[in-house]
C-alpha cells in the first residue's frame, strides 16, 4: 500500500480532493448544530412554597401541560419538576440547568440575583396565597401590639422577605417571639388555641380563616399591601429566541386542553410580564 503522504507528493490531485473533503466536513457539521438544537428538551422548574398542594400528584398534570407547551411552541419535547420545597429545586436548578420555571414571589427574590433570573411571564392564579398577607389576633390590635408578644407562621423562613418586602420596615422577627409551623391550618389553630397570641398568614390562609364557623374573636389586625403574582422566569440557559417563542405562547398555555392541566397545578393563566413589573417588590426586597 502507498502512504497517502507519498501520494500528496506525486499528485496535487489527491490534495485538492483532501481540501474539498475537510470543507464538506466542515459544512456538514455546522449544518448538523442546528439539528442538535432542534432535538434539545426544554427544562422547567416549578416552585410553589408554602401551598397545600401534594407535589406528587401534581407532577403528571405539569407533565401534561408541558407536552402542549412544546406543541404550541414548536420545541421537540419539554419536561420538567414541581417542587414545594426551596432547597430541592435549587438543587434540581444546579444538577439540570433548566431554562425556565414558575417561582414562588419569596424564592423569586432570593435566587433572582444568584441564578441570573430574567422576568418573562406572571401566572394568574386563584387562592394559591402570596398576593397579601394578614396578621390575625384575638388579644392584639395591630401590629405594634403584637411586637414582644408570640407570632406563630409557616411564612418566616426567609426573614428578608418578612422583614423588607412585607413588613417594609415596620418590624422585624427580632420584635416577636416566633412560633414556627409546618401546616397553613396549624398556623390559625395556633392563635384559636392560645397557643400564639398573633399568627402572619397569607391570602390562601385568609381564606380558609373566613370559612370558619368558629373564630373565638380572633380577626385581622394587620394586612399587607397586594404584591404581584409568581413570576415566568427564564434561566441564563435559555437563548434570546427560546425566550421571545414561549413569552409571544404564554397566553395559550392554558387554553382549551391546557386549562384542566393548569388548573390542577394550581395555574389559571399564564400571561407575559417583564422585569419592571417586580421592580418594587425587588428593590424592597435589596436587589439591583
Not at 115 to 140: E, P, Q
Not at 161 to 178: I, M, S
Amino acid at each position: 500500500m502507498i502512504p497517502v503522504r507519498d501520494l500528496i507528493k506525486d499528485s496535487g490531485v489527491l490534495s485538492t480532493v483532501s481540501r474539498r473533503a475537510v470543507a464538506l466536513g466542515a459544512l456538514l457539521l455546522l449544518s448538523v448544530r442546528p439539528a442538535c438544537a432542534a432535538d434539545e428538551t426544554i427544562g422547567f422548574v416549578v416552585l410553589k412554597e408554602h401551598g397545600v398542594g401534594n407535589q406528587t400528584l401534581a407532577q403528571p398534570y405539569l407533565d401534561r401541560m408541558l407536552t402542549l407547551t412544546a406543541k404550541l411552541t414548536g420545541w421537540p419535547s419539554a419536561t420538567g419538576k414541581y417542587f414545594t420545597s426551596r432547597s430541592a429545586a435549587e438543587s434540581f436548578i444546579k444538577a439540570e440547568h433548566p431554562h425556565f420555571g414558575i417561582l414562588s414571589l419569596p424564592a423569586f427574590l432570593a435566587m433572582r440575583e444568584p441564578y441570573k433570573l430574567t422576568v418573562i411571564g406572571r401566572v394568574a392564579v386563584s387562592l394559591a396565597g402570596g398576593r397579601r398577607y394578614f396578621i390575625i389576633s384575638k388579644s392584639a390590635n395591630s401590629l405594634a401590639e403584637c411586637k414582644g408578644q408570640t407570632l406563630a407562621s409557616d411564612h418566616i423562613d426567609d426573614p428578608r422577605f418578612v422583614e423588607r418586602v412585607l413588613f417594609h420596615g415596620q418590624a422585624t422577627l427580632a420584635d416577636f417571639k416566633t412560633v414556627p409551623t409546618q401546616r397553613p391550618l396549624q398556623t390559625i389553630r395556633a392563635v384559636l388555641n392560645g397557643q400564639a397570641v398573633c399568627a402572619l398568614i397569607d391570602d390562601a390562609q385568609k381564606d380558609q380563616f373566613d370559612h370558619l364557623e368558629k373564630k373565638d374573636g380572633v380577626r385581622t389586625v394587620w394586612e399587607s399591601a397586594e404584591l404581584p403574582p409568581m413570576p415566568v422566569v427564564a434561566f441564563p440557559e435559555a437563548p434570546a429566541t427560546e425566550r421571545r417563542t414561549f413569552k409571544d405562547n404564554l397566553d395559550a398555555v392554558c387554553d382549551d386542553e391546557g386549562k384542566n392541566a393548569c388548573a390542577e397545578v394550581g395555574i389559571d393563566d399564564l400571561t407575559a410580564a417583564a422585569d419592571s413589573d417586580y421592580a418594587s417588590v425587588v428593590t424592597a426586597y435589596g436587589g439591583k
